[in-house]
């Protein structure tokens, strides 16, 4: 049985979409119309991305950590990085906890760590010699 979450269509990306973390690649940032059908036309600024299907709608919060992330506020600089999108449940809206999208940068692929001998301290009164 389906859940009811999976029951709604959207042509944006939601929570469910992006789990606990999808990575993908910036393709454009574009204005489009957010309303449902039928109502008046309110246009937001969206991320697009090579790897999926539907946009992100930008929020303040997102569109700053993607200028920290891509290191410009210039969106054109945007295209072609790589950002983690994941479900993140302490966003609110209208007062009220109900989860939603946030967005952070890859990790990076740390080089192995080798690891370092412990060499016991000692006194020069413990030395032998």
């Given amino acids: ?3 009811t979450s999976e029951m709604r269509e959207s042509k944006f990306l939601r929570k469910e979409d992006v789990g606990r973390g999808t990575l993908a690649t910036i393709a ?3 204005k489009k119309n957010t309303a449902m059908e039928g109502a008046e036309p309110e246009h937001k600024w969206c ?3 090579q790897e999926l299907d539907k946009p992100l709608v930008l929020n303040a919060t997102n569109t700053q950590l993607c ?4 290191g410009s506020d210039d969106t054109d600089f945007w295209v072609g990085k790589r950002i983690v999108l994941y479900t993140d449940p302490n966003v609110s ?3 009220k906890l109900v ?4 967005v952070r940068a890859p990790k990076a692929l740390a ?3 080798k690891p370092v001998p412990v060499v016991p301290d000692f006194e020069a009164d413990d030395i032998p010699f």
């Fill in 67 to 70: 200028e920290q992330i891509c």
């Fill in 111 to 113: 080089p192995p760590v």
């Fill in 93 to 95: 809206y209208a007062g």
């Fill in 99 to 102: 989860g939603g999208i946030r």
């Fill in 28 to 30: 454009s940032c574009i």
């Fill in 47 to 49: 991320l697009t991305f």
């Fill in 1 to 3: 049985m389906p859940k």
